[in-house]
């Protein structure tokens, strides 16, 4: 045993002191930063402000895109807004005050708005049910009210509020291009200037043409129509077009289709004698609607953000131990691989026996895997302490669930008996390979059995007890990671048990048989053995080895 003890602090070392094992413990926290902090960087700053022009030929539409726009600006000025009251909200003034009387502000019959949250959310579906307080938020000269109203529950150092920036700018039509050319000739006119070419007054391209033609009012699309195709080949036939060279970017494209299907129905209401108000109101009118989960105690079945986290976080553990597996026992095929074509593990063994070697492999590198899973958790955890706090709900919530949840001595358990099971596998393979090119091979048939668990991750955690799960539970090298996925779902006790001595059973006779294989191969070159002499091997006895 001591022996095994040596070689395993050798492995350890080795792997530890390496730049590349210090480099990935602490890239992983900084990737977490990055992956929260990232999209909001690149929509506020990486993004360009986009150019459009609008020629509404028909004269009938342009006001009301440009009230669709003005909504679009309300809708993000209203989450920035919240936004900034939650990072700045004083604890002691939100107890005292719970809500904000919209009534007192520009806007009529805003209502009571709860600050309870994700209010910058809740703010953003709050301005989108109501159409005035968008337009009102629109204009910056009408935010100083709102910014006063909601710092009654803001520190007195807070900052004031800066509104975001418009998104989308309309520009003019560039000089000689006339509004009443046709479609097609004002399309091949700005093509060089939805190509990159930079607009006349801009530093940049034009990211959109919209083009109204004039009986654009006529070209509806009613649901008693036979058919909504065409067989006209031009681009009279499609009534409204929107021209742009990126097809990823569908917003501006969205928000004035809708601006122009709300005015088309207002004007469709008017028609048939119907108050357009009163039907916007009912559209807006909701149910109220909750949800309870039946298997939470009585007076606390309320179904919660935390709720939600608890159920999908172990979806997020399985990545994790996907990752460490797959990491840990690549580096002991590596190492295994590696110490045989460098003949050092002749060395070795004229100081151990083969047992002995295999045994310090193992634990050497397991605790390399734990001492990465450590690092990650800590650095987990550390990231939702950092942003946890009144700008933003879900990190406490989140934190709050990995700490009662009972999910990490689960994950802890499922990564050392997946790593004994895949360990026993790969150091087999490992001491039968003559070369690092041999070995890879095998690591890419390893790859797409590891990858069946996560290709039904998301299914599992939908349907945790169901007979896909079931099954997958009860096939060894699957274990971990299903049972880690239903982890959240109170899986049976005659699944949990079963399953998890199962899983010790074979990862047991896995180490018995990777033995014998390594104790055969670990000094043998040249052509590999047949499968025959594997199984040759393994019903051997230890003592006539």
């Not at 530890?16 to 990935?24: D, Q, S």
């Not at 899973?373 to 406490?396: H, K, N, R």
């Amino acid at each position: 045993m001591r022996n095994a003890i040596l070689v395993a602090g050798r492995e350890y070392g080795e792997n530890a002191r390496t730049k590349g094992f210090w480099v990935n413990l602490l890239l992983f926290p900084v990737l977490l930063v990055v992956s929260v902090k990232l999209p909001e960087f690149l929509q506020e700053k990486a993004k360009p402000v986009r150019n459009y022009v609008l020629v509404d030929q028909s004269g009938e539409f342009e006001a009301a895109v440009a009230k669709g726009m003005q909504r679009l600006h309300g809708l993000k000025t209203a989450a920035a807004l919240m936004k900034h009251a939650q990072r700045h909200a004083d604890p002691e003034k939100v107890a005292a005050q719970k809500s904000v009387d919209w009534t007192q502000l520009p806007a009529d019959q805003m209502g009571e708005f709860n600050l309870s949250g994700d209010l910058a959310e809740q703010m953003r579906q709050q301005a989108e049910q109501n159409p005035m307080l968008a337009a009102v938020l629109a204009d910056p000269a009408n935010l100083a009210p709102f910014e006063a109203m909601l710092r009654l529950q803001m520190k007195p150092d807070a900052p004031a509020f800066a509104p975001p920036r418009q998104d989308y700018q309309r520009v003019a039509l560039p000089p000689g291009v006339d509004a009443s050319l046709a479609s097609a000739e004002l399309a091949r006119a700005l093509k060089p200037y939805l190509s990159g070419d930079e607009m006349p007054g801009t530093d940049r391209g034009l990211f959109a043409l919209v083009i109204l033609p004039p009986d654009a009012g006529l070209k509806l699309k009613r649901p008693t129509d036979a058919t909504a195709a065409t067989q006209d080949s031009g681009h009279g036939a499609d009534g409204v077009q929107f021209w742009s060279a990126n097809l990823t970017d569908k917003e501006l494209e969205e928000e004035i289709q809708d601006a122009l299907n709300s005015e088309v129905r207002r004007r469709e209401y008017r028609q048939r004698g119907v108050d357009h108000r009163t039907v916007e109101e009912v559209q807006r009118t909701q149910i109220q609607f909750a949800a309870f989960d039946p298997s939470k105690a009585e007076g606390e079945e309320r179904v919660s953000l935390a709720d939600t986290l608890r159920k999908w976080a172990p979806v997020g553990f399985v990545y994790l131990l996907f990752v460490a597996i797959f990491n840990t026992v690549v580096m002991l095929l590596n190492n295994t691989v590696e110490e045989k074509s460098n003949r050092i593990i002749e060395v070795l063994v004229s100081s151990a026996t083969p047992g002995e070697i295999m045994m310090g492999k193992l634990m050497g590198i397991a605790g390399v895997g734990l001492t990465m899973l450590a690092a990650w958790v800590l650095s987990l955890i550390g990231v939702l302490l950092y942003f946890a706090g009144p700008s933003a709900d879900w990190p406490g919530q989140l934190l709050d669930v990995i700490q009662t949840s009972g999910l990490l001595p689960l994950f802890i358990f499922y990564f050392v008996c997946g790593y004994l099971m895949y360990a026993g596998i790969f150091l087999a393979v490992g001491s039968l390979c003559n070369t690092v090119k041999e070995a890879q091979n095998f690591v890419g048939s390893a790859i797409v059995l590891l990858m069946v668990p996560l290709f039904t991750m998301v299914f599992i955690a939908q349907e945790p007890n169901g007979t896909l799960a079931t099954v997958m539970s009860w096939i060894p090298i699957y274990t971990p990671f299903t049972m880690m996925n239903r982890a959240a779902a109170d899986p049976p006790l005659f699944d949990l048990v079963g399953t998890g001595i199962l899983m010790a059973v074979t990862a047991l006779l896995m180490l018995w048989g990777s033995g014998k294989i390594f104790r055969m191969g670990i000094l043998r070159t040249g052509q590999p053995p047949k499968f025959l002499e594997l199984l040759r091997a393994i019903r051997t006895p230890d003592r006539l080895q």
